[in-house]
């Protein structure tokens, strides 16, 4: 089975947290529609997820709930289950202890781990607490794969990198610091400052009856559903952590690639909304190629695309894009480095192109004015 996107694998935990309360209330069947109303979402989106499962429904019994939980539990914790740690049993480390205890007996945190010599030799919530000195071995010798991490944020980085040695391959980050890892590690970000500010913000705004300032609207309470997908593929990535930023702050999902051949093959799995493109990459013109590409591909033809570049100061290629850009199947041009709200207008203005105005020519010249050209001097 190809990688699932991120996003939808979400949407599969939280319907398993509901199928889970189904099943304890006996509810042993159930409906797109039903789950749909109960996650927030449209039946449409339910029933594409539901297509990743081996299990189907029919429109006579719908789903049975028992088979879906056992399907989404090999699909997200695997076969036998998985094992995380704690790392960090201060007040917050101590909450997350007693908040997943016993929530899911295949995914279980065997240990904790602390510095303070008067927490070592505890036991919270059922999970022993050892000193950090014994951290590298009870990792490996457990297999556990998953770290939460809740430490100060000056030593994060120095906690993940021995988490990463032992073998560690994903981290659930409550610091406030953005944890460098290689591309075979997946974090998750929970920064509970920062969810605290953004709500104080909307609650000062709605609460007045105000709008932020530019006439910008407010995106809230959006449903997963009516989020805009953004593909970005680009080998740099500290411009895909500010993508990243930027897009998610400003209210669309983010999935990245680091390159080409990854990108098209996530592309077929994730159905962006719109792609951002790098021209250099691993060779040259490797945005070009991919381009091409995606140009041929039924499925991602009338997907637009958002071509940034500075190939012809970086590369030295000879392409100038008021030129040879007209010939290419992208939609638009950004140069680099992009101000974050260029890249948002951009984007917004791509988002509302029609079918019939998508440039999938390939090779064909267009007018110059069916391409956007943006730059921060705007």
Known sequence: MPPIPERTIE?????????????????????????????????????RDMMSLKTLGTPKNGYYTDNIIEELGLIIEGEGGQKAVLVGVGNLGRAIA???????????????????????????????????????????????????VAVPSNVAQDMANQLMEAGVRAFVNFTSVRLKVPENVFV??????????????????LGTGGAPSGGESIAVSETISQRKRVLCIDDDRDIIDSYRSIL??????????????????????CNPDLIILDVMMRYAREGFDVAGKLRQDEQLRYVP???????????????????????????AFVDKPVAPFTLLSAIRRLLSLSREQINVAGGVTIPRLSLLHYSDEA
Not at 188 to 205: C, G, M, N, T, V
């Open 248 to 269: 998610g702050s400003s209210g669309y999902d983010v999935e990245f690639a680091y390159d080409g051949d990854r990108g098209l093959a996530l592309a077929k799995t």
């Open 98 to 148: 007693s908040y997943l205890d016993g929530m899911r007996p295949d995914l279980r945190v065997v240990a904790a781990f602390d510095v303070d010599p008067a927490k070592v030799g505890q036991t919270f919530n059922h999970i022993p607490c050892l000193s950090v000195d014994d951290l590298s071995t009870v990792v490996r010798q457990e297999d556990a794969l998953i770290a939460i």
């Open 305 to 331: 695309i958002l071509m940034l570049t500075s190939v012809a100061s970086e590369v030295g290629s000879g392409f100038d894009r008021d030129r040879d850009g007209l010939s290419l199947p992208v939609d």
């Open 188 to 205: 998750q970000d929970i920064d509970i400052a920062i969810a605290l500010e953004k709500s104080a913000y909307f609650a000062r705004i």
């Open 11 to 47: 949407r599969l935990c939280a319907y398993r947290r509901i199928m889970f309360r189904w099943h304890q209330q006996g509810k042993k069947r159930f409906h797109s529609h039903e789950l749909a109303d109960e996650a927030g979402i449209t039946s449409a989106q339910v029933r």
